[in-house]
């Protein structure tokens, strides 16, 4: 994903959060996010290895990825971790995790559930979010709201818009490929993008790790 995002020429690499959480390598994926991103948000995965949301409120198969996440880490990672900010704003933009209605608790942005609520979070004309590890670009004038297809949207200044940039390491949309959103701010558009990646690397390492079955399929899947 890094190589393709240098291929294109980017000026700047925001991290949406969830650096850590089900990968075997959450030491070298933090060290890599301190080095190459302008701006790194905390999600609920790295809240939870940094002692700053409760496990308890995990399913058993992230409780325990982030249990062994811990163990893996150095003090100062984890300090890292815990200074994360939850939101961003620079230009227009709002970035975030989870959602702008209330970032510290972690809700999720599924199809049209609560669309409004959300828009009624930010002022700003755009906000990137992720998450839910499903891309997706919703959009909002007066009141309405659309769900937009396609991999890419020509911005109207008529529109508000909510984007899902997906996951890099885990997407849950049956598309097992990487993906991340390209914002060109000059042309006014936005392009979600995937990447092939090779997931049985990952997997292998997961296996020798321990990690649970279920955790290790999932990323064959997309689901």
Known sequence: MLAEVDRSGVDAL???GDIVGYGPNPG??????RQRAD????????????????LEKFNEFARWAAEWSVA???????AYLASLPYTHRESGLLLVHASPLEPARWHYIHGR???AEHFAAFAENLCFVG??????????????????????????????????????GQ??????????ALYDEAAGRIELRRVTYPAEKTQARMRAAGFPDFLIDRLGTGV
């Not at 905390?42 to 949301?53: E, K, M, Q, S």
């Not at 893996?72 to 984890?78: E, K, M, R, V």
């Not at 997407?171 to 991340?180: G, I, L, N, Q």
């Open 28 to 33: 070298d994926c933090i060290e890599i996010v």
């Open 131 to 168: 998450h839910t590890h499903r891309t997706g670009i919703y959009a909002m004038r007066d009141g309405r709201y659309f769900v937009r297809k396609g991999e890419f949207e020509n911005l109207r200044p008529d529109l508000r818009y909510l984007v899902n940039v997906g996951s890099v």
């Open 39 to 54: 701006v790194s948000l905390t999600g609920n995965h790295d809240a939870g290895v940094a002692g700053l949301t409760s």
């Open 72 to 78: 893996q880490l150095g003090a100062g990672q984890i």
């Open 171 to 180: 997407s849950r949309d049956r598309d097992p490929r990487a993906s991340y």
């Open 113 to 115: 559930g609560l669309i």
């Open 14 to 16: 925001y991290s949406l």
